[in-house]
């Protein structure tokens, strides 16, 4: 499946294998090399010039391409053993939230993570990556265990929100936001968060509270959706784009706002045109990151984490 | 045509002689039409004289029903909204914000205030819904999360009052972090061995009730009031049936195990002072 602005370098790629292809089957014809050269260069010049020039609303798309990896792609491509663990203790497994104990080049590490599916079937397993509570206390569950074994913890976000459902009201989807952020503040390990998608809202934010947190490029994270913000705004779904523009929802955008520490770069044309390249900057990034911050004392970590997430926000004062 | 005349019963004021009312004599109860005089709705803490119904109030009224003799201090009352985002939709941040105080007297969706309750000191941060919905930017955040650290500072227990829709879109991204600020003071509040009571009042929805509005050592509710996550239109959307009767209110958080108790506002202030005397001082 292609987006808009896909299509022009599909098709330029569509041509440049088949003139590969006459290349080999016309005898290496060098009139044919020197047309192979010059649509590599523009298909290259063109890419760039797509993929800079991206409008917010469509990194939002890329963020949600069909192909785009997912948080267990990420664990089965980074990790040489993984061991996944369930449910809350109380209700449920969510398995719109997924975690387990990983290994990382030897180095074993809690992964949590909104997971969704490929398919219809796969979709609706997951509930399209849309929590319940008890995926809210399943990860805090199993990071407090990763506090007690004293071990990383990495969360993966790629949510377009909480599910909002009866149940959820129910069971206190706010109430189980609402404690994960305040208790991850007090984790006494390292924690990294990594927006791999979609980033929606305290759906996003209940698993988001880290030492580090980091956007993969072509990510979105904010307060609301840009369909919701335009149907609530503008009265109609019709706004997206605006909407998208308005809220400044991109990783280039949170970094300047200082609302993030970092931005992960991903494969000219999105993550999903080479997830191994994409796989490997991320498991690099953890590491490395890791290896940072295991420098400083539980106690440091916790201060600088709350005085970090403290200091955000603009406003006047007159004294 | 005659049933346009008054002709009967001896009707002949025209209307432009008419006398008209003194503005805010009289109150209508919005839930039962029972009509009563403002000065009788407010000496009943704001709530119908008739069917107890509990108006939308302010940090003003609450402030003057909670402390002592109407004696409080504001703390950070010179905070304003700035617009880092340049946001537009049908019309701009700063328009929203100039409308939002020139309707509402205020500067924003919060007032903080420390004074004391029956003799006790406290520290008490109160929303406001006239101002844009009552809705958290960082005014909002930034004042809760300086009043907890006063209350921090000063050992004095932290009462905040929810009435909010939730984040401010307007701010989209800043708004969402005081969800994590405000929780981040609350941690260290909790820490401390500070009680935290907090008191959601209609509506209270969202990203406030996501955060510090469920983070109570208490959580305490007035009657009737609207509470949840996601507001009833989105979840009504998403899953496209009917929502049950009571469904989000606060008798219906109390039967889920979500809130200590239901308080009527006009035992507000005894309350609070009982609950006090049980766990703080001495």
């Known amino acids: ?111 949590i993570g909104h997971q969704k599916g490929r398919n219809t079937k796969q979709r609706q397993f997951r509930n ?25 913890i990495v969360c993966l976000i790629d949510t377009p929100g909480a599910f909002p459902g009866i149940e959820a009201e129910e069971r206190g989807q706010a109430e189980a936001i609402a404690h994960n952020i305040r208790d991850m503040f007090m984790l006494k390990v390292p924690v990294i968060c990594i927006i791999i998608g979609e980033g929606a809202s305290g759906g996003a934010l209940g698993i988001a509270i880290g030492d580090r947190v980091l956007m993969l490029e072509n990510t979105w994270y904010s307060v609301i959706s840009p369909e919701s913000c335009s149907s609530i705004l503008w009265r109609s779904w019709d706004y997206k784009e605006q909407a998208a523009e308005a809220l400044k929802l991109t990783a280039k955008d949170m970094q300047g706002n200082k609302l993030i520490d970092g931005i992960i770069p991903e494969p000219l044309g999105g993550a999903h045109t080479n997830p191994a390249q994409t796989y490997q900057t991320v498991k690099q990034t953890i590491l490395d990151t890791l290896k940072t ?7 440091d970590r916790i201060m600088q984490r709350i005085d970090k997430f403290t200091a955000m926000g603009v406003y006047e004062e007159n004294i | 045509m005659a049933w346009f005349n008054r002709k009967e019963k001896g009707i002949i004021t025209p209307t ?18 029972h009509l009563m005089l403002t000065e009788d709705l407010h000496k009943n803490a704001y709530t119908c004289v008739s069917c107890g119904y509990h108006e939308r109030i302010g940090s003003e009224e ?41 309707k509402s007297g205020l500067k924003d969706a919060l007032r903080s205030a420390t004074g ?78 500070i009680p935290y009571i907090s008191l959601l009042t209609d509506p209270t929805t969202g990203g406030v009730s996501a955060s ?71």
């Not at chain 1, 995926?135 to 004293?150: C, I, T």
């Not at chain 1, 911050?293 to 106690?299: C, F, G, I, V, W």
């Not at chain 2, 004696?71 to 939709?89: G, K, R």
């Not at chain 2, 009462?159 to 609350?186: P, Y």
């Open chain 1, 1 to 111: 499946m292609l987006l808009d602005f896909e299509q022009p370098i599909a098709e330029l790629e569509k041509k440049l294998a088949e003139m590969k292809r006459d290349f080999a089957n016309n005898g290496q014809d060098p009139d044919i090399k020197e047309g192979i050269q010059l649509i590599e260069k523009s298909l290259h010049n063109l890419k760039k010039n797509t993929y800079e020039n991206l409008t917010r609303w469509q990194r939002v798309q890329l963020s949600r391409h069909a192909e785009r990896p997912y948080t267990l792609d990420y664990i089965e491509a980074m990790c040489d053993d993984f061991v996944e663990l369930h449910g809350d203790r109380q209700v449920a497994d969510d398995k719109a939230m997924i975690g387990g104990f990983g290994s990382l080049d030897g180095k074993p590490i809690l992964f």
């Open chain 1, 128 to 152: 399209f990556g849309m929590a319940n509570p008890e995926g809210y206390r399943k990860a805090l569950r199993l990071m407090k265990m990763a506090e007690k074994f004293n071990r990383p």
């Open chain 1, 293 to 299: 911050l295991e420098t400083l004392s539980p106690e």
């Open chain 2, 16 to 33: 432009t002689e008419k006398k008209e009312t003194p503005d805010g004599l009289w109150h209508k109860c919005p839930t039962c039409d």
């Open chain 2, 62 to 102: 609450y402030f003057e029903m909670l402390f002592d003799d109407h004696v409080f201090t504001e703390l950070d009352a010179n905070i304003t909204a700035a617009d880092p985002l340049q946001f537009y939709d049908s019309k701009s941040y700063l328009d929203r914000i100039r409308d939002g105080k020139a």
């Open chain 2, 116 to 193: 004391k309750i029956n003799g006790v000191d406290v520290t008490i941060a109160c929303m406001d819904f006239t101002f844009i919905g009552g809705s958290m930017g960082t005014v909002v955040g930034e004042k809760i999360a300086r009043a907890i650290q006063h209350a921090l500072n000063t050992r004095q227990p932290m009462l905040m009052i929810s009435r909010s829709g939730g984040a401010r879109m307007q701010e989209a991204g800043f708004s969402l972090m005081q969800m994590a600020k405000t929780s981040a003071k609350l941690a260290l509040l909790a820490e401390a061995k």
């Open chain 2, 212 to 282: 510090y509005a469920m983070l109570g050592d208490f959580n305490i509710a007035e009657p009737n009031a609207l509470i949840g996550f996601a507001g009833p239109r989105v979840i009504r959307e998403t899953i496209g049936k009917d929502l049950p009767k009571g469904f989000q209110t606060s008798e219906y958080l109390l039967e889920h195990g979500f809130l200590d108790f239901i308080v009527n506002r006009k035992e507000l202030k005894s309350t609070l002072t009982r609950l006090l005397k049980m766990i703080w001082g001495q």
